[in-house]
């Protein structure tokens, strides 16, 4: 699988991250050495096989009551925040 | 004997026997750190403050008569584990200045078991590499020869244990993160089964693959912080709910009459072949021990790399998202809109590989590809698991060594990433099949230690390290420590 700008582009505009041009050839040959690489999975024969869900068996999702275990914390995780103000974080307008 | 040459058992003894206290000890790591870390850039944090005053509580409980084998026993934590009111850098710029808020499970469970926190060590960038070289806080050098990795992505922890600037450390290992650093770097790595260490507080690479464990100087060592640190937590969804059997305990369990499984394709034209040589010695040692070797074969195990290479990255493409510039983490200068605020914090926060990494995780779960490769990736995951379920209902645990070659001179794969993706062949099936596996040091080859892989079954911990227990008091490869850090 041979991937073009275009689709490195593309790829980089779903995943949200800013690719610069510098950096768009050095990507569009790694990924598409990578691609290549995992296409041998297709040499493995898995008609009946059942993908893997969980590497335990008979594991089961846990559920616990919708009860609050946590108390509130805002303040201090916000001190981690690039942007807040009065409680909100701070993003540029959305809506003109 | 110097403090230092100490394991974390004999240190946490000599404390007990009141031969020194952990502020001794604590003095002395926290000097050896100051005086070697320039060189091995092994430690991101250093916490003299937090580990002093750990020591005194140590102190306190040996002389209340409540010290445990680990009470006052110096510890250094991957970056990855969240430390209430320390910096956690994950090894990348994204987290430069993120103090969490809160201690990993991990964390807070060494502490109550008493140990010692010396710092935070370096890793690669959100554990995603084999060499460490791709930390935002620079590579890490090997103690054994500084132009050489300490292997990755717990190469700081690896790092600063061979070096003796901790006694013992905890790692992570997604697809050999703690086994491949503790081969390159003479140590005892253990990595539990799948569920059986807490993953609150580890931030997330590829969460069906993620597990703690510890890069130790024994196999004694290693089942006494994995006791530790193992058990059921329901602040974690995947943690398993059953009793931690004393791992320490059942250390010298009789291995004669095992059965152990040698995985043919573990010893194909990938391995080096004086690290070859220095497994079939240990294997020996095995047989001198009474234990039965049996050849046995894998079939779909040669096709684990490209598996992980498609399941990780697509995991890790969505446990990254989180990393968006808004609630923590970097946020690039002046976003012109939030589309900008995202694509330029993520663009300049996520170093080269985990950017690749994203990537190939968003190609692969994209529509109209998610059949072709995370679909496949999965069944073929399931061949993989099913070929171990056969393996083991033949043989007690399998063999083989961890790494292909000896450490690698910096620099010399970072160009091709699959060139650096290979080095995990023979470590990344345990975390496929979510199986305990340890590493433990069989040899040097010109001068450079390589490693003995040991996989269990699902939660035999026990077995695994009563395997490498056994070995261990026939050789003395794990007591050697490099020249220049003695």
Redesign the interface.
């Known amino acids: 699988m041979t991937l073009t700008r275009r689709d490195v582009e593309n790829i980089a505009h779903l995943a949200r991250l800013r690719i610069t041009e510098e950096e768009l050839p050095v990507y569009v040959g790694s990924l598409s050495r990578i691609l290549e690489f995992i296409e041998q999975l297709g040499s493995a024969s898995t008609g009946e096989v059942e993908p893997m869900a969980h590497p335990l068996e008979d594991q089961v999702q846990r559920l616990r009551a919708d009860e609050p275990t946590e108390t509130d914390h805002r303040d201090r995780y916000q001190q981690n925040a690039p942007a807040v103000e009065a409680g909100l974080y701070i993003v540029p307008k959305v809506i003109e | 004997m110097s403090l230092h040459l100490k394991t974390a058992a004999e240190l946490g003894r000599g404390i007990r026997a009141g031969e020194y206290s952990s502020g001794e000890l604590t003095r002395h790591f926290l000097d050896r750190i100051g005086r070697g870390n320039e060189r091995l850039n092994a430690f991101i944090t250093v916490t003299p403050e937090r580990a002093l005053e750990d020591a005194r509580r140590a102190d306190a409980t040996v002389a209340a008569g409540r010290g445990g084998a680990l009470t006052g026993v110096p510890i250094a934590h991957k970056d990855i584990f969240c430390t209430d009111g320390i910096l956690t850098t994950c090894g990348s710029k994204m987290l430069a ?3 969490s ?1 809160y201690d990993a499970t991990v964390v807070e469970r060494l502490a109550a078991a008493g140990t010692v926190m010396l710092g935070k060590t370096n890793m690669d960038e959100f554990a995603m590499g084999s060499s460490n070289e791709t930390s935002f806080y620079g590579p890490v050098r090997n103690p054994w020869d500084e132009t050489r990795v300490p292997g990755g992505s717990s190469g700081g922890s690896a790092a600063a244990v061979a070096a003796r600037l901790a006694p013992v450390a905890t790692g992570t290992d997604t697809g050999g993160s703690i086994r491949q650093p503790a081969a390159l770097t003479g140590l005892t790595g253990i990595k539990p ?3 059986r260490v807490s993953r609150y507080g580890m931030i997330a690479f590829a969460s ?1 693959l993620d597990q703690g464990g510890v890069l130790a100087q024994s196999a004694e060592d290693a089942a006494l912080v994995l006791e530790a640190m193992s058990g059921f937590d ?1 602040r974690d ?2 943690s ?2 059953t009793p931690v059997p004393g791992y320490a305990g059942a250390l010298d369990r009789p291995v004669k009459g095992l059965r152990i499984g040698i995985i043919r394709e573990f010893f194909g034209d990938g391995l080096d072949p004086a690290t070859g040589d220095a497994v079939q010695v240990a294997l020996d040692i095995f047989r001198d021990l009474g234990i039965e070797l049996v050849e046995l074969s894998l079939p ?1 195990l040669p ?1 684990s ?3 992980y ?2 399941v990780a990255p697509a995991e890790c ?1 969505s446990n990254l ?1 989180r990393f ?8 690039c200068d002046d ?10 914090s ?3 926060g ?1 170093g ?1 590989e985990v ?2 990494r ?3 995780g ?3 779960l ?1 529509a109209g590809y998610y059949d072709a ?1 995370y ?9 993989i ?1 099913e070929d171990f379920r056969r393996a083991f209902a033949e043989v007690d645990v399998l063999v083989g060594p961890t790494s292909p070659t000896p450490a690698f001179r910096l620099g010399a794969k970072v160009d ?3 060139t650096m ?1 290979l080095n995990d062949i023979y470590t990344i099936g345990a975390n ?3 199986l305990p596996a340890l590493s433990a040091p069989c040899g040097l080859v010109e001068g450079l230690p390589v490693g003995l892989q040991v996989i269990g079954p ?1 939660f035999a911990e026990s077995r695994v390290l009563a395997v490498a227990h056994a070995y261990q008091r026939e050789t003395d490869w794990h007591r050697r420590v490099p020249r220049a850090w003695a």
């Open positions: 200045n993120f103090v808020p089964t799948y569920g069906s329901p969804s995947t398993v709910d779909a096709l790399v490209p598996t290479y498609v493409s998202s968006d510039g808004v609630r923590f983490g970097y946020r976003p012109k809109d939030l589309l900008d605020l995202y694509t330029r993520r663009g300049e996520f080269a950017k690749r994203i990537m190939t968003t190609y692969v994209s490769y679909l496949k990736a999965q069944k073929v995951r399931s061949l698991n091709d990433p699959v993706y496929l099949a979510g699902h």
